[in-house]
């Protein structure tokens, strides 16, 4: 099983929609949660990190549940250029704090 | 520009070369990270390193891979005998929390 696992879509949405995508992590222990945005051919780039308290950053929600170990992110009234693939991070807990990345989940917004 | 900077942003190679990329990270970083990222994927780790201590590699950093971080600024990444297989983007990224990347190098062999 990997330790982070997303369904890769693609999510094909109208403009406007709201689209909610969730995020599976097997290591009890992960310390950190984040969700990136990464464009055709582009580097990722940090979109919000996940608190358990949950945040959430103008049309963007980002919610953690430790009992059942996944993530998720709300993307309401959605734009044309929110397309992209969204990719769900966990750190290790420990020294390494290394960044595991899901596979990514691709959305498609169309007019 | 403050950024994450990896060079070359492209290199072709043929099967059997070797290659080395660059990466130099935000200055104020001392955690620098290499993953790998072919098509439909996420990023995959290869290694880690702390100021100039590489304190992890992942299984798939094979010996024809290898990393160096002089003095815990800049780091190299150098593969050896390159296959078809190795053909991917190799991303850079350095953080404290977060991870932030460079725009990546992408290798393709022929």
């Known amino acids: 099983r990997k330790e982070v696992e997303q369904d890769p879509g693609p999510f094909n949405v109208p403009e406007g929609a709201t689209v909610a995508f969730n995020c599976t992590y097997s290591n009890s222990a992960s310390q950190s949660f984040f969700w990136y945005r990464q464009d055709c051919r582009k580097e990722p780039k940090l979109l919000m990190s996940?608190?358990?308290s949950g945040n959430e950053d103008g049309r963007f929600t980002a919610q953690l549940n430790r009992a059942s170990q996944y993530i998720s992110l709300l993307i309401r009234d959605s734009k044309l250029s929110d397309s992209a693939t969204y990719l769900c991070?966990?750190?290790?807990?420990?020294?390494?704090?290394?960044?595991?990345f899901g596979r990514g989940t691709s959305l498609i917004v169309h007019p | 520009d403050t950024g994450v900077s990896q060079d070359p942003r492209h290199k072709i190679t043929k099967r059997g070369q070797n290659v080395t990329f660059r990466c130099d990270p935000i200055?104020?970083?001392?955690?620098l990270y290499w993953y790998r990222q072919t098509l439909g994927q996420g990023p995959e780790f290869l290694t880690y390193f702390q100021n100039e201590a590489q304190l992890e590699k992942s299984r798939l950093l094979s010996d024809r891979f290898s990393a160096e971080r002089p003095k815990g600024s800049f780091s190299t990444l150098e593969i050896q005998r390159t296959e078809q297989g190795d053909s991917a983007m190799y991303l850079c990224?350095?953080?404290?929390?977060?991870?932030?990347f460079g725009q990546g190098t992408r290798l393709t062999v022929v």
């Open positions: 991070v966990v750190t290790r807990s420990g020294g390494s704090y290394i960044p595991t």
């Open positions: 990224a350095s953080g404290v929390t977060e991870a932030f």
């Open positions: 996940v608190y358990s």
């Open positions: 200055s104020e970083h001392n955690r």
